[in-house]
């Protein structure tokens, strides 16, 4: 079963329906499409006007019938002097119908002013509200969901609701209105040509409604392939340097135009069935018309119905027509909207990261405890870490040692609550505190991370290191970029600190890159600094420069360094070596070459310039 198809069955979803996300979305612009609609009803019911004036005038003006004048008419003929004065002044029947054009141009201002503005209010919602909850979405549901497929939910799934509702769901109601007006208009005309229109209705009705539960299930496997293509997009663009560096330029480009292929030709199939709806739509309107203009000369030649009145049945049945052929491509549009929809309740359905109303506030300068911690990122895979139990002293320097999947990552996505270990996976303390119980954004912004792999924006150096805090002076900036052992590169490029760094820190080195990092955490000061082997690549001179000078300038702060080399844990208060995600031993440097075995092989092997050495088992 697929994420969205199980999620329709969950009770406690906050977007149970379709049209409760829908609603949601519309807060704010409501207003705005609901001028619109009356606009559009205005300018339908004007559309009616015109075949009755036209009717009058043939029957009434230029016939010898003057019996059946529309009631909302008389007080214009009473003006005009009667029927003998329309018969001597024509031109009025043209200004009465220029103005009922301009009146109707008024409106159909109006109506796409507020259906425009309503939309774009629409979309605007939407974004701000997808963008927000994304935000507040816990880490482990961005690993299980791919960004390209997210992205493509958030701009072509917004781009169609946003269609729908401001297009097809404006056509869809003038449709109702210009259907039903149209159809008392005829029936007040004549019953018999008006009952052999109304005949062909439940007809196209049908068959649209059969036609929309095919679409709706093409347009969501669409929507898939789709989000499948612009994974494999977004991962290329992002990647662009790995791709360029092993020459996977061939497959990558065959892997992206086989997807292509494939939606491409799904997207044929899927248009087949739709020129066929639409096809057998044009076919019913064209059947229907031709129904009514034989039917109606017949009676016009036996006089049981006048010529002005066959002109205004004829303008009806076209305004029905229109209508009816517009509800088959509403209704495929329906369709797609609604998968949309579903989509983008996907995302708007999965639960935020959420405190409790009375979530601690606890001091995070002291003593870090893991008591019998275990835990596995899902059901099918194995254990990161087992029964792993160890106390990290509040302000003192803790090194954490282990080979590539040893658990050591893993320790600290759960110290900063990105994942949580299930109820019985033991606990973690800061101080007495059970860390459940902390209030999220008050525990990150006590934490402070540094990854191998850091993350940059397309902005400035400088505004990179400050991206933390919102006010930070140039002083600042220059001080966590000394101890982090940068200030010498920026120097020596043309601009310093106004230099852009491109797209993912894509114009910075490796080791520029962890060191611009490390200073945008140093930045705020937290009272917890985890260094995620983030010293890897940096030669062994800077990294020992770099821990000098964190030695000196995070005075008071519980300091985690994270490696595979030990050179980097020497000077640490204490070191943690894991294995498999167990802890092998715990003590200093010293200690832990007397009587621990791993941890003395490991240093023997590094110490002899063979690090690449390290089991990757551990």
């Known amino acids: 079963m697929s994420r969205e198809s199980s999620e329709k069955t969950y009770k406690g979803m906050r977007f149970p329906s379709r049209m409760s996300l829908v609603v949601h979305f519309l807060h704010g612009s409501v207003r705005y499409f609901a001028i619109s609609v009356l606009s559009a009803c205005m300018v339908s019911l004007l559309d009616l006007v015109n075949p009755r004036i036209i009717g009058f005038m043939v029957d009434a003006v230029i016939g010898t019938d003057s019996t059946k004048i529309p009631f909302w008419l008389n007080p214009f003929v009473r003006l005009a002097g009667g029927i003998e004065g329309l018969r001597r002044h024509p031109a009025a029947i043209a200004v009465l119908v220029l103005a009922i054009a301009l009146i109707r141009a008024l409106f159909r201002f109006c109506f796409e002013y507020f259906n425009t503005r309503g939309a774009?209010?629409?979309?605007?919602?939407?974004?701000?509200?997808?963008?927000?909850?994304?935000?507040?979405?816990?880490?482990?549901?961005?690993?299980?969901?791919?960004?390209?497929?997210?992205?493509?939910?958030?701009?072509?799934?917004?781009?169609?609701?946003?269609?729908?509702?401001?297009?097809?769901?404006?056509?869809?109601?003038?449709?109702?209105?210009?259907?039903?007006?149209?159809?008392?208009?005829?029936?007040?005309?004549?019953?018999?040509?008006?009952?052999?229109?109304?005949?062909?209705?439940?007809?196209?009705?049908l068959y649209s409604l059969y036609f929309h539960s095919r679409i709706a299930s093409a347009f969501a496997k669409a929507d898939e392939e789709e989000g499948r293509l612009s994974t494999i997009a977004q991962e290329n663009l992002t990647g662009v340097r790995v791709v360029r560096a092993f020459g996977r330029e061939a497959q990558e480009r065959e892997r992206f135009e086989a997807q292509n292929s494939y939606y491409t030709g799904y997207w044929i199939h899927l248009i087949r069935t739709l020129a066929l709806f639409w096809s057998s739509g044009d076919v019913a309107t064209y059947l229907q018309t031709l129904v009514i203009l034989v039917s109606g000369s017949v009676l016009a030649v036996r006089g049981q119905i006048t010529a002005g009145d066959l002109i205004?049945?004829?303008?009806?049945?076209?305004?029905?027509?229109?209508?009816?052929?517009?509800?088959?491509?509403?209704?495929?549009?329906?369709?797609?909207?609604?998968?949309?929809?579903?989509?983008?309740?996907?995302?708007?359905?999965?639960?935020?990261?959420?405190?409790?109303?009375?979530?601690?506030?606890?001091?995070?300068?002291?003593?870090?405890?893991?008591?019998?911690?275990?835990?596995?990122?899902?059901?099918?895979?194995?254990?990161?870490?087992?029964?792993?139990?160890?106390?990290?002293?509040?302000?003192?320097?803790?090194?954490?040692?282990?080979?590539?999947?040893?658990?050591?990552?893993?320790?600290?996505?759960?110290?900063?609550?990105?994942?949580?270990?299930?109820?019985?996976?033991?606990?973690?303390?800061?101080?007495?505190?059970?860390?459940?119980?902390?209030?999220?954004?008050?525990?990150?912004?006590?934490?402070?991370?540094?990854?191998?792999?850091?993350?940059?924006?397309?902005?400035?150096?400088?505004?990179?290191?400050?991206?933390?805090?919102?006010?930070?002076?140039?002083?600042?900036?220059?001080?966590?970029?000394?101890?982090?052992?940068?200030?010498?590169?920026?120097?020596?490029?043309?601009?310093?600190?106004?230099?852009?760094?491109?797209?993912?820190?894509?114009?910075?080195?490796?080791?520029?890159?962890?060191?611009?990092?490390?200073?945008?955490?140093?930045?705020?000061?937290?009272?917890?600094?985890?260094?995620?082997?983030?010293?890897?690549?940096?030669?062994?001179?800077?990294?020992?420069?770099?821990?000098?000078?964190?030695?000196?300038?995070?005075?008071?702060?519980?300091v985690i360094l994270i490696s595979h080399r030990i050179s980097t844990l020497l000077d640490a208060d204490s070191i943690l070596v894991v294995e498999n995600g167990r802890v092998s031993a715990q003590g200093t440097h010293a200690e832990l070459l007397d009587r621990s075995p791993l941890y003395r092989k490991i240093y023997s092997l590094q110490m002899q310039g063979t690090e690449s050495l390290l089991p990757q088992e551990m």
């Open 120 to 205: 774009e209010t629409l979309v605007k919602t939407m974004r701000d509200s997808l963008f927000s909850h994304i935000l507040r979405l816990p880490w482990a549901w961005h690993g299980s969901h791919a960004t390209g497929d997210i992205i493509q939910r958030c701009t072509s799934d917004v781009d169609t609701v946003k269609t729908f509702l401001s297009d097809q769901l404006s056509s869809l109601l003038r449709t109702v209105i210009l259907m039903t007006l149209s159809l008392v208009f005829m029936f007040r005309i004549n019953v018999k040509l008006a009952a052999a229109a109304a005949v062909f209705l439940p007809v196209i009705i």
């Open 312 to 558: 205004a049945f004829l303008s009806y049945n076209e305004l029905l027509t229109w209508p009816v052929r517009e509800l088959g491509r509403t209704i495929a549009e329906m369709s797609k909207a609604g998968i949309s929809v579903d989509r983008l309740r996907v995302i708007m359905n999965a639960e935020e990261e959420a405190d409790s109303p009375d979530a601690a506030r606890p001091p995070m300068d002291r003593d870090i405890v893991f008591d019998h911690v275990s835990f596995k990122y899902d059901s099918a895979s194995g254990e990161a870490l087992h029964d792993v139990s160890f106390r990290i002293p509040g302000g003192s320097v803790f090194g954490i040692l282990g080979g590539t999947g040893s658990g050591k990552s893993t320790l600290m996505h759960l110290l900063d609550r990105l994942y949580d270990p299930e109820n019985d996976g033991g606990r973690i303390l800061i101080g007495d505190c059970d860390l459940r119980t902390i209030s999220l954004p008050y525990l990150r912004s006590h934490i402070g991370m540094v990854l191998q792999e850091p993350y940059l924006f397309s902005r400035t150096l400088s505004e990179n290191i400050a991206i933390t805090q919102k006010s930070v002076s140039m002083r600042e900036v220059r001080r966590a970029a000394r101890i982090a052992s940068l200030d010498k590169a920026v120097s020596r490029f043309a601009k310093g600190y106004d230099t852009f760094v491109g797209e993912r820190g894509v114009t910075l080195s490796g080791g520029q890159k962890q060191r611009t990092a490390i200073a945008q955490m140093l930045i705020r000061t937290p009272e917890i600094m985890i260094f995620d082997d983030s010293l890897s690549a940096v030669d062994a001179e800077t990294d020992a420069r770099i821990r000098k000078a964190l030695r000196a300038g995070t005075s008071g702060s519980t």
